[in-house]
Nanobody
Framework: QVQLAESGGGLAQPGDSLRLPCAAS????????VAWFRQAPGKERERVSC????????YSADFAKGRFTISRDSGKNAVHLQMNSLKPEDTAIYYC???????????????WGQGTQVTVSS
């Protein structure tokens, strides 16, 4: 069974860090591009970070640059989103998606996980 599963969400205080794993089962995630998206209540879904099949190829939204890092963990068939210096405006459901390329994911196509809730509040 092909599946993506996000985890690692929860309640954090401003300035804290969280790491969100996106684990794949049933296929080799290293052969696909992966992206993280998020959706806050009442807002449209937005891209956070993408990583291409060649690990050197990454893309991050302006709000994520300098704070969030996307990376592969080939040993665990996963992609991680390391989030540092969290802010209340980072509160959202975070989703990972996988597809044949970064442009495919940017176009909104691909396979999606169920999401993990991140809440940043003091």
């Amino acid at each position: 069974q092909v599946q993506l599963a996000e985890s690692g969400g929860g309640l954090a205080q401003p300035g804290d860090s969280l790491r969100l794993p996106c684990a794949a089962s049933g296929f080799n995630l290293a052969r696909y591009a992966v992206a993280w998206f998020r959706q806050a209540p009442g807002k449209e879904r937005e891209r956070v970070s993408c990583i291409g099949i060649t690990e050197g190829t990454t893309y991050s939204a302006d709000f994520a640059k300098g704070r969030f890092t996307i990376s592969r963990d080939s040993g665990k068939n996963a992609v991680h989103l390391q989030m540092n210096s969290l802010k209340p405006e980072d509160t959202a459901i975070y989703y990972c998606a996988t597809g044949s390329s970064v442009p495919t994911l940017i176009a909104g196509r691909g396979s999606w996980g169920q999401g993990t809730q991140v809440t940043v509040s003091s």
